[in-house]
């Protein structure tokens, strides 16, 4: 029997300042964090997705819940992830992204039709955003 993931459900970023990078996406994504403590703050990232937000070092520590326990983790460095938007949203997020005063660092046009648009975030990760066409998947 072979059995396949469904999706990525939570992608998690550590960061230099919690509140500074959750106040960014919060901005971003025009949208309300679902959870937001001192250790972790987390977003909708559209279609039963997750974005994880944690305080660098608060995430090293296991935490119990009531379910059971959440083993340690942690990152650093230049990490790079990518949301999906729709191909009619290009334009509508590079305006929103020069609202935001957020520089686009790139752009790039995929064999397969799609679009990426890249920036930084304030702990310096690429963020992309990422229209169909980009992979054979996507």
Same mark, same amino acid.
């Given at each position: 029997?072979?059995? !396949?993931?469904?999706?990525?459900?939570?992608?998690?970023? $550590?960061?230099?300042?919690?509140? !500074?990078?959750?106040?960014? $996406?919060? &901005?971003?994504?025009?949208?309300?964090?679902?959870?937001? /403590?001192? !250790?972790?703050?987390?977003?909708? *990232? #559209?279609?039963?997705?997750?974005?994880?937000?944690?305080?660098?070092?608060?995430?090293?520590?296991?935490?119990? +819940? +009531?379910?059971?326990?959440?083993?340690?983790?942690?990152? /650093? #460095?230049?990490?790079?992830? +990518?949301? *999906?938007?729709? /191909?009619?949203?290009? /334009? #509508?997020?590079?305006? &929103?992204?020069?609202?935001?005063?957020?520089?686009?660092?790139?752009?790039?046009?995929?064999?397969? #039709?799609? &679009?990426?648009? $890249?920036? !930084?975030?304030?702990?310096? &990760?690429?963020?992309?955003? *990422?229209?169909?066409?980009?992979?054979?998947? $996507?």
């Amino acid at each position: 029997m072979t059995v !396949r993931i469904q999706r990525v459900l939570e992608t998690a970023l $550590y960061c230099d300042d919690l509140q !500074r990078t959750a106040a960014f $996406y919060q &901005r971003l994504l025009s949208t309300a964090p679902m959870l937001s /403590s001192e !250790r972790l703050v987390a977003f909708d *990232a #559209g279609a039963a997705t997750m974005l994880l937000l944690f305080q660098k070092g608060e995430s090293i520590k296991p935490v119990q +819940a +009531a379910g059971g326990l959440v083993p340690a983790h942690d990152g /650093s #460095g230049p990490v790079h992830f +990518a949301l *999906a938007i729709d /191909s009619a949203d290009v /334009s #509508g997020w590079e305006a &929103r992204l020069s609202e935001l005063g957020i520089a686009i660092e790139s752009r790039v046009t995929w064999e397969g #039709g799609g &679009r990426s648009i $890249y920036f !930084r975030d304030p702990d310096g &990760r690429s963020v992309e955003l *990422a229209t169909p066409g980009t992979w054979p998947t $996507y």
